[in-house]
């Protein structure tokens, strides 16, 4: 073996020691607010500690039998602290062997219970839900929220649309996000998921996040093409579309206005736009070529005004708005007058 390679092995063997010892500490009751920050901050350190976390995560779970025989070892008089010690010698002792566990996991992951149908929002219709655990979320018109939480993963699916998750501090549960082929993993912080024109957007207001392309239905939980999975903080937001890599994009947008029911665009893409507002018009909108989505715009907006957005789109841009037989609306590219 090369010089270069035994460093990466050790580099490797580090970070699963590293994440499992996270594990075996968030996991105790006594975890503080700074344990938090500090795991916080590791994960911000590479794209890889996220990997790593859920991967020993992912092998402490399966390993639950062993840990179960391993509590009934020693006094019964003091078992919590004891498990304390041993539990830190044994997460650190042992990576080689939860590392072949971890392998078998990925190589078989387990049957998982199908998603169950929970919230809905009709057209133009916000709502505000708290889950079970606590988290509090706000979903954007026309939206479908399904869950699916365990002991050991909170997982939540979107239909296209929008949402906004305040999510509930619970380092032994990760809680995910999927929206298309994207999945969004965090464990406490606030974002904003949203599909627009066949992409995802993940805007963070406050934690840290990671994002990246699921592999297959039964997989979700390691992403493929590892390296391009992204550490998103606070402030940050990117885009992800199918069989590309997330892209930060470099101009955040507002992600806490269309909560109140107001809505604004600065250099936008017109296809946004129109996106956007068809989940708040009962009257259908599309655009008559798909070049025209192009048109980069600004426009705001309260979410109950669509036909007065649409037309100070006409009077300000090179676009005109036709209503159609069928009582649709189409925006057309506006040629310029005959002298």
Request: aromatic share 8%; charged share 25%.
């Amino acid at each position: 073996m090369s010089n270069s390679s035994r460093r990466s092995a050790a580099v490797s063997t580090t970070v699963a020691n590293a994440a499992l010892a996270w594990v075996v500490r968030l996991s105790d009751a006594s975890v503080s607010d700074s344990d938090h920050r500090a795991f916080d901050a590791w994960l911000m350190e590479s794209p890889a500690h996220g990997e790593a976390y859920d991967d020993a995560l992912s092998a402490y779970s399966a390993a639950g039998e062993l840990k179960d025989k391993f509590l009934r070892v020693g006094s019964t008089r003091s078992p919590r602290p004891l498990w304390r010690r041993a539990a830190t010698s044994w997460a650190v002792g042992t990576a080689a062997a939860l590392v072949v566990a971890i392998a078998f996991v990925i190589a078989t992951p387990p049957a998982e219970a199908p998603f169950e149908p929970n919230f809905t929002t009709r057209t133009a219709h916000i709502r505000s839900v708290t889950l079970d655990d606590g988290t509090e979320v706000t979903l954007g018109a026309r939206t479908q929220m399904d869950l699916r939480f365990s002991d050991s993963a909170r997982r939540v699916r979107l239909s296209p649309g929008e949402a906004f998750f305040q999510v509930a501090h619970d380092s032994a549960r990760p809680f995910y996000v999927e929206l298309d082929d994207t999945e969004v993993r965090v464990v406490g912080t606030q974002f904003d998921v949203k599909s627009v024109c066949g992409a995802v957007r993940v805007s963070v207001r406050e934690g840290v996040v990671q994002v990246g392309h699921r592999i297959d239905q039964r997989t979700r939980a390691f992403w493929s093409a590892r390296a391009s999975a992204l550490t998103l903080t606070a402030g940050q937001e990117a885009e992800l579309r199918s069989g590309k890599s997330a892209e930060i994009l470099p101009s955040p947008k507002d992600v806490t206005g269309w909560r109140e029911g107001f809505i604004s665009y600065r250099d936008a893409s017109l296809c946004e736009v129109i996106d956007d507002a068809n989940r708040y018009s009962l009257t259908p909108i599309r655009l008559a070529e798909q070049s025209l989505g192009e048109l980069r715009v600004n426009v705001s907006y309260p979410t109950d005004q669509v036909p007065a957005m649409l037309a100070s789109l006409a009077a300000n841009f090179p676009v005109d708005v036709a209503r159609q037989a069928d009582g649709s609306v189409e925006v057309r590219r506006k040629h310029p007058s005959p002298l």
